[in-house]
């Protein structure tokens, strides 16, 4: 007969699967739960004089003399150690660091991190205008179902205006191959409207109303349509669907977090028949 199996893999499908299966065995979570991190901390803050130029055309607008900058980044990362290979922690590593501060992989982490704080300073003394620029990021790993680990990054951003920026990116990994898990892998595009529906469903449900209007009488999605987000993370018990400020809501409403349980999005997901004895 033929059965069918969740298909959360990325490169490598049909290992992931292999390796899903060991996992729930009684013994499964030993060597997954068990991954070593190592959390890199580094900052670079200072305050300096401002030159104004002779034909500063916006000279008049400032009120004081000083500049200041203030960025740190703190992240973790994998480091080998019971059962997880060298290998596979170097993969999740570099594409955390390629995919979040956006520096070539091949970079060890501590190296990445030094580069990126130093662009980010290059740019601001290139950038004569900007008075006061905060760049904070950190990074953790969470355990979530069986042999993914979800990667939480959190940067706040502030360069002038009426308040800062805080942006939250979650990736997904698997942790015996070092894949990422994208949206793809785990929901085919054909399915993205019936999940929208859930998604907007379980949006109602939480806020206390049953209609569309409802939603925009209370400010969700009154001018913006609602989507999948690549935000999300395979937590152990549901799918945690992560909409950034501005992304479904006004900027006073912070982010908003749609949790939706595998039995219900079992239909919509990615599987693999087999055939089998």
Partial sequence: MKSKRHLFGGIQPYLFITMLLLATSCDSNKKWNDIEFYEVNKSEQFTEDYEYDDD?????????????????????????????????????????????????????????????????????????????????????????????????????????????????????????????ISLDNVFPSANHDALIDLLTAKLMKDNGVDSMEGLHEIGYLEFMDMFVTPNFALRKDSIEFYYNEYDIAPYAYGPSTICLDYATVEPLMNTLSEDSE
Wanted: aromatic fraction near 10%.
């Fill in 56 to 180: 500063d055309e916006f000279a008049d607008f400032h009120d004081d003399s000083e500049r200041e900058f203030d960025v740190s980044v703190d992240m973790q990362f994998m480091q080998s150690g019971n059962g997880i290979s060298e290998e596979v922690c170097q993969r999740i590593n570099a594409q955390l660091i390629d995919k979040l501060l956006n520096q070539s992989g091949e970079q060890v982490a501590d190296d990445a991190v030094e580069k990126y704080i130093k662009e980010m300073e290059n740019q601001f003394r290139k950038d004569k205008l900007v008075r006061e620029y905060v760049d904070h990021l950190e990074g953790t790993a969470e355990y979530g179902f069986e042999n993914v680990i979800n990667y939480r990054l959190t940067q706040t951003v502030f360069a002038g205006g009426a308040h800062p920026s805080t942006t939250t990116t979650i990736l997904r990994f698997n942790a015996m191959t070092g894949d990422f």
